[in-house]
């Protein structure tokens, strides 16, 4: 996919990036992880994280959609099972993970998640964001896959219940381990429970420009 067809659509699959030995050992890794049961947001001070983040970026297929200012800011682990099943609502992600809270008239949203400091901020920096999710498993019908809205990214901030409206043009995101799907944050997406035994693992990398304006400055940049 050229990088004007992800302009436009705000999504795109990208097969065996990693190969089944690299989620064989990725999948150890996350094993190991003591966090809340359906995963975690802070992953990308491990050693193995950064190097996962720095390996994507630099893959052929995924290195035209990164413009060389951009560093990984996050990585959150997703688990989704017949144990561990949730769904997520239509939405758009406008959060974003900062070193500290500070104070500037177009900044809002603050929170805390898991001891980090988030803030929303405007559309103009949030468009530059892009998100890769590297799946670790099968993601299939059964699985609770991502679904997206093609070309919603492109509208800002949507009301909640233009977003539920929007649901109608929306597609599925299948995919095997070792595929990549990259996305803009403001796509609009969402995801429905587990109806299979399988599980679901995603590690989902955030990247964005290295230096923030507002004041602001990343929690971790690699």
């Not at 500290?100 to 001891?115: A, F, I, N, T, Y």
């Not at 530059?128 to 699985?143: G, K, N, S, T």
């Not at 995101?173 to 035994?197: F, I, N, Q, W, Y």
Request: charged fraction near 15%; proline fraction near 9%.
């Amino acid at each position: 996919m050229s990088n004007e067809q992800f302009a436009s659509s705000g999504f795109a699959l990208f097969p065996a990036v990693l190969s089944p030995a690299e989620c064989q050992r990725l999948t150890r890794h996350v094993s190991d992880l003591a966090c809340a049961r359906a995963g975690t947001r802070c992953l990308l001070h491990q050693p193995w994280c950064a190097e996962l983040a720095d390996r994507i970026r630099q893959h052929p297929s995924l290195s035209p959609l990164l413009p060389a200012s951009h560093v990984a800011v996050q990585c959150t682990y997703f688990l989704k099972s017949a144990e561990v099943n949730w769904l997520v609502a239509v939405h758009q992600d406008t959060a974003i993970p900062v070193a500290q809270r500070c104070h500037h008239p177009d900044l809002r949203g603050w929170s805390v998640k898991e001891g980090i400091q988030y803030v929303q901020p405007p559309p103009q920096l949030l468009e530059q964001l892009i998100a890769l999710r590297v799946h670790l498993d099968p993601c299939r019908l059964e699985d609770g896959p991502l679904r997206v809205v093609p070309g919603s990214h492109l509208d800002g901030i949507i009301p909640p219940s233009q977003a539920v409206e929007a649901r109608l043009a929306e597609v599925l995101c299948l995919a095997e381990p070792g595929d990549v799907l990259a996305m803009r944050p403001l796509l609009l997406h969402a995801s429905s429970k587990s109806t299979g035994e399988s599980q679901r693992r995603v590690l989902h990398f955030l990247f964005g420009p290295s230096q923030l304006p507002y004041g602001l400055s990343w929690l971790v940049a690699v």
